[in-house]
C-alpha cells in the first residue's frame, strides 16, 4: 500500500483533499494545484465554499485571479465530506482554538476527523496541520482511525506537520518555508515526506508526531517569551522616560547574540495568543509548571489594560475622562498589512474602552467592516482618514501600524494620539507612548 500511494505522490498523479479552507489551507492548495495535483477542498462554510466557486477569494493577500486559475486546474470546494472517498491524501487545517478555561480546544479537529471516518480507505495519507500540544495524533486520532478496522502505518499513514503560515509576509512563501513532519511509524513518516515533498523546497523529518508537535509549540512560545519579555521592558523605559523602540533599534545593531522582537498593545493571531497554552495545559499531566509560559501571557494579556491606563491619563490632563469620550482605534487587524483579526489586541482594546463609556470607532485600510467573530461584535466600518474626521476624536489610538496609513497626517491632526507602536519618535504635544 505504502509504495504504491508514494509512487502516485511523486508522479503527482495523487488526488489531495485538504480540509479547512482558510489561512492556511487556501495557500497549501494553491502551491499543489499549481505543481500539477488535483485538489478537494473542504469546508463546513457554506460562503466560503461559493465564493471560491465563483473565483472570489476572501482573504487580501490571496488573490482572485490565483483562485480562477485553481479552479481552472481542477480544484472543486465543496462542502460534502463524503467525497473524501476519492483522494488519496487528506490534510487538515482547522482550528484549534483554547476555551474559556484557556485549556485546548479540539473540538474542530475531532469532529472533522469523526465527519471523515466513514470515507477512509485503505492506502492514503492524513495529514494533521493544526497546532496541539504533544500526543493529540497518537492519543486522538491514531485510536479513531484503527477502529474503523484500519491498521495505521500498514492501511492508513497518520502524521502531523505543523502549518508554518505568516499572512503578508513577501518574503516566505508556502512553498520556500520548511515543513516539519513526524509520523506515527517509519511508513507513515515516508508517506507524509511524499506527501509534501513535490510542494514544498525542504521536508526536515522527525522522530515522531510528538516531536512534531512540540517544535511547532517551541516556535511559538520562543515568540511570546520574549514579546512578554520586551513588552516588560517597554513598561520600565516608559517609567524612566526612555523610548524602548530607540533602545531596539540600537540593539539591534548588535550582529549576534541579539534578535529583535518589538513590543505592542498585546499579542494576537492564531498561534500566539493561543499555542503556548497547549503546551501548559499538557505539561501538568507530567506534573510541570510551565513558569515561563505562564508569566509571558499574564504580560502579554495585561498590555491592553496598560494602554487603556495611559488613555485614560492622557484624556485626564485634557479634563476628559474615557466614559463620554470618542476613540478611534486605529488597526484592528493582529499585525501589520493584513485582513486577519484573529485574536487581535486591538478588537480587546475596543470591548475595554466600549465597557468604560468611550465612543469606539475604528479606521483600517484591510477591514473594511467589523468581521464576524465567534467572541466579538461590532456593528462598525472602518472610518476615512481626513483632517476633518481625525478633529472629531478626543483620541486616536494607533493599534496595528499598517502601512497604508498617512502618519504624517495623523501625526499633525489628531487632538490626542496614544502611539502603541513606536511610530512617532519625536516628542509632540498630542503624542503619548503607550
Not at 67 to 81: R, S, V, Y
Not at 170 to 195: D, H, M, W, Y
Not at 246 to 261: D, H, L, M, Q, S
Request: hydrophobic share 40%.
Amino acid at each position: 500500500m505504502n509504495s504504491e500511494l508514494i509512487a502516485k505522490l511523486n508522479e503527482r498523479t495523487a488526488k489531495i483533499g485538504i480540509v479547512g479552507l482558510g489561512y492556511v489551507g487556501l495557500p497549501l492548495m494553491l502551491r499543489y494545484c499549481e505543481v500539477g495535483y488535483k485538489v478537494i477542498g473542504f469546508d463546513i462554510d457554506q460562503t466560503k465554499v461559493d465564493a471560491l466557486r465563483a473565483g472570489r477569494s476572501y482573504i487580501e493577500h490571496i488573490s482572485s485571479a490565483s483562485i480562477k486559475n485553481a479552479t481552472e486546474l481542477g480544484f472543486e470546494p465543496t462542502t460534502d465530506f463524503s467525497r473524501a472517498r476519492e483522494v488519496d491524501a487528506l490534510i487538515l487545517c482547522v482550528p484549534t482554538p483554547l476555551n474559556k478555561y484557556r485549556e485546548p480546544d479540539l473540538s474542530f479537529v475531532l469532529n472533522t476527523t469523526e465527519s471523515l471516518l466513514p470515507y477512509l480507505h485503505q492506502g492514503m495519507v492524513l495529514s494533521l496541520e493544526s497546532t496541539t500540544y504533544p500526543g493529540t495524533t497518537e492519543e486522538e486520532l491514531k485510536p479513531r482511525i484503527e477502529k474503523c478496522g484500519f491498521t495505521v502505518g500498514k492501511d492508513v499513514f497518520l502524521v502531523f506537520s505543523p502549518e508554518r503560515e505568516d499572512p503578508g509576509n513577501q518574503n516566505f512563501t508556502t512553498r520556500s518555508i520548511p515543513k516539519v513532519c513526524g509520523g506515527c511509524t517509519p511508513a507513515c513518516l515516508e508517506a507524509g515526506i511524499a506527501l509534501y515533498g513535490q510542494v514544498i523546497d525542504k521536508v526536515v523529518p522527525v522522530s515522531s508526531t510528538q516531536a512534531a508537535e512540540l517544535t511547532k509549540l517551541l516556535e511559538n512560545i520562543h515568540r511570546s517569551v520574549n514579546i512578554g519579555l520586551v513588552n516588560e521592558m517597554k513598561m520600565v523605559a516608559d517609567k524612566m522616560g526612555i523610548d524602548i523602540h530607540e533602545v531596539i533599534r540600537a540593539a539591534a545593531t548588535k550582529p549576534f547574540g541579539f534578535v529583535p522582537y518589538y513590543p505592542g498593545p498585546g499579542i494576537g493571531g492564531h498561534c500566539i495568543p493561543i499555542d503556548p497554552f497547549y503546551l501548559t495545559w499538557k505539561a501538568r499531566e507530567y506534573g510541570m509548571h510551565t513558569r515561563f509560559i505562564e508569566l509571558a501571557g499574564e504580560i502579554n494579556s495585561s498590555m491592553p489594560d496598560y494602554v487603556v491606563s495611559k488613555i485614560s491619563l492622557a484624556l485626564n490632563q485634557r479634563h476628559k475622562s474615557i466614559s463620554g469620550s470618542s476613540i478611534l482605534v486605529l488597526g484592528i487587524a493582529y499585525k501589520k498589512n493584513v485582513d486577519d483579526v484573529r485574536e487581535s489586541p486591538s478588537v480587546a482594546l475596543m470591548e475595554r474602552l466600549r465597557d468604560l463609556g468611550a465612543k469606539v470607532s475604528y479606521s483600517d485600510p484591510h477591514v473594511p467592516a467589523f468581521p464576524k467573530m465567534r467572541a466579538h461584535s461590532f456593528d462598525l466600518s472602518s472610518v476615512a482618514l481626513t483632517e476633518d474626521n481625525l478633529r472629531q476624536f478626543d483620541c486616536v489610538l494607533l493599534a496595528t501600524d499598517h502601512d497604508k496609513f498617512d502618519y504624517q497626517l495623523l501625526g499633525a491632526h489628531a487632538p490626542l494620539l496614544v502611539d502603541c507602536r513606536g511610530k512617532f519618535p519625536q516628542p509632540a504635544d498630542n503624542i503619548i507612548r503607550a
